[in-house]
């Protein structure tokens, strides 16, 4: 059985851009979350989509949006990108809504803002 | 604000000794305690959780112990080996607000194992 899967593996981008993110969650699994981590850091939350709601949101600024489609697959958007966006941004799919069910993570896209 | 603790940031142990790794937080219904270990250039990969209604859990050279009226939570590695090298991060859900709760992560331990 597959696992989480991200697109793309690296980016690229200068100050200013969009960039589009995309996750495929384990199958069967109907919850996934976007987290940011930042080198030397822990995954800090973004979102949380469950059966395509958005169900949870973290501090972050309106520039991040996400959405959830019917097979489960998830996008997360980042406008106006600035340098300190730079980070991995980690998928992670779950059976069930909530951080109380156990979160399996994607390989990460590593994003680097110029 | 919410959040989790983590102690300590780095943690050096001969090959062969115990690691402990503390973490406290601060939503009192948190009842959900997970422990993630990454390795360098790779996607944190769960290795253990807890839940409230049992104070120790183990899995083989793991456990970890669970203290809900000081609130926090252990992570214990025992037998160390080179292969256990890694950053571990301990989490816990966090009311963000709205009726939801957010997995908050703390900001990790570098663990080295030195043979």
């Known amino acids: 059985d597959a696992g989480v899967t991200q697109s793309p593996t690296h980016l690229i981008k200068t100050r200013g851009q969009q960039v589009t993110l995309r996750c495929s969650p384990i199958?069967?699994?109907?919850?996934v979350s976007w987290y940011q981590q930042v080198l030397g850091q822990g995954p800090q939350f973004i979102f949380q989509?469950?059966?395509?709601?958005?169900?949870g949101r973290g501090n972050f600024p309106d520039r991040f949006s996400a959405r959830q489609f019917p097979n489960y697959s998830s996008e997360l958007n980042v406008n106006a990108l600035l340098l300190g966006d730079s980070a991995l941004y980690l998928c992670?799919?779950?059976?069930?809504?909530?951080?109380?069910?156990?979160?399996?993570f994607g390989p990460g896209t590593r994003l680097l803002v110029l | 604000g919410e959040n989790v603790e983590q102690h300590p940031s780095t943690l050096s142990v001969q090959e062969g000794d115990s690691a402990v790794i503390k973490c406290t937080y601060s939503?009192?219904?948190?009842?959900?305690f997970p422990w993630y270990k990454q390795e360098l250039g790779k996607r944190p990969q769960l290795i253990i959780d807890?839940?409230?209604?049992?104070g120790e859990k183990k899995d083989q050279r793991i456990a970890v112990t669970l203290n809900k009226t000081a609130k926090h939570f252990s992570l214990h590695i025992t037998e160390t080996q080179p292969e256990d090298s890694a950053v571990y991060f301990c989490?816990?859900?966090?009311?963000?607000?709205?009726?939801?709760?957010?997995?908050?992560f703390g900001k990790g331990t570098k663990l080295s194992v030195i043979p």
């Open positions: 992670a799919s779950s059976s069930g809504q909530g951080a109380y069910n156990e979160q399996y």
């Open positions: 199958s069967g699994h109907k919850s």
């Open positions: 989509y469950y059966e395509k709601e958005e169900r």
């Open positions: 939503d009192s219904a948190s009842n959900y």
């Open positions: 807890i839940r409230s209604n049992v």
């Open positions: 989490a816990a859900p966090l009311y963000s607000g709205a009726g939801s709760y957010q997995l908050t």
